[in-house]
């Protein structure tokens, strides 16, 4: 009973996650992953007083070719909040999939890790490769980086998934289906099927180390961006 206060808190900011004002969208979400992080709640907490009718379709600017890293990541949030995500290549834009809250916390935290992993990576060519390395040489440490960071990051949200689940049992199936009826009316996916790589061992390393070191639950500073919007 002490929570229902913040628990309301929440819940008026996960409204406001759905205006058309990226910026106060983008606030809002960030804040609410804040109050749930700070309170020791899951979204199961939010969710449980009722049971959600559709999916909401929240789609983020990418790029039209997506790196096989990024693919991961996306992979990874989605899994972590109980969403898909499909990758639109003629537009350069990635639609997450989901109910309720899970979706807008997926999107604010993707783009989060997007952002904060190509900073660490742009710190470690910065400090670690040498600039007289071969072009192509230089590619394949940043993507072994990348791919190294992302693992690591991957396994961390499995994990805090799997200490505070998303969703209540009950709510499982519901989820899952009106997931289905959303991606349904999207029309065909494509599946993508990753091709092995071939990593730098150093560079991967190096990646796994510092992906231990990234939050999971850091504001968006009061002039961020974000370039999402919600479909309906």
């Not at 049971?51 to 070719?65: F, G, L």
Request: with cysteine; hydrophobic share 40%.
């Amino acid at each position: 009973m002490e929570k229902a206060p913040i628990i309301e808190k929440i819940k008026k900011l996960l409204a406001l996650a759905d205006s058309s004002n990226e910026h106060e969208a983008a606030l809002a979400a960030g804040h609410a992953q804040r109050l749930l992080s700070e309170h020791n709640l899951a979204m199961a907490d939010i969710e449980a007083a009722h049971k959600p009718d559709r999916a909401d379709k929240v789609e983020t600017s990418v790029s039209k070719s997506l790196p096989k890293w990024l693919r991961h990541l996306s992979a990874g949030v989605s899994s972590a909040f109980d969403c898909q995500a499909i990758h639109h290549p003629a537009t350069g834009k990635m639609t997450f999939i989901g109910v309720g809250a899970d979706v807008h916390i997926a999107v604010y935290t993707f783009t989060y890790l997007d952002r904060t992993v190509r900073r660490l990576c742009s710190a470690y060519m910065k400090n670690h490769v040498s600039s007289t390395v071969a072009n192509r040489h230089r590619e394949l440490m940043r993507q072994s980086y990348y791919l190294g960071a992302v693992s690591t990051i991957t396994a961390r949200l499995k994990e805090q998934k799997a200490q505070t689940p998303v969703t209540i049992g009950a709510l499982v199936p519901v989820k899952e289906g009106l997931i289905r009826q959303a991606m349904h009316e999207i029309g065909n996916v494509r599946t993508m099927h990753s091709r092995r790589s071939y990593v730098n061992t150093d560079a991967y390393t190096k990646g796994k180390t510092d992906g231990k070191l990234v939050g999971f639950h850091h504001g968006i500073a009061a002039n961020a961006s974000s370039p999402q919007r919600i479909i309906r």
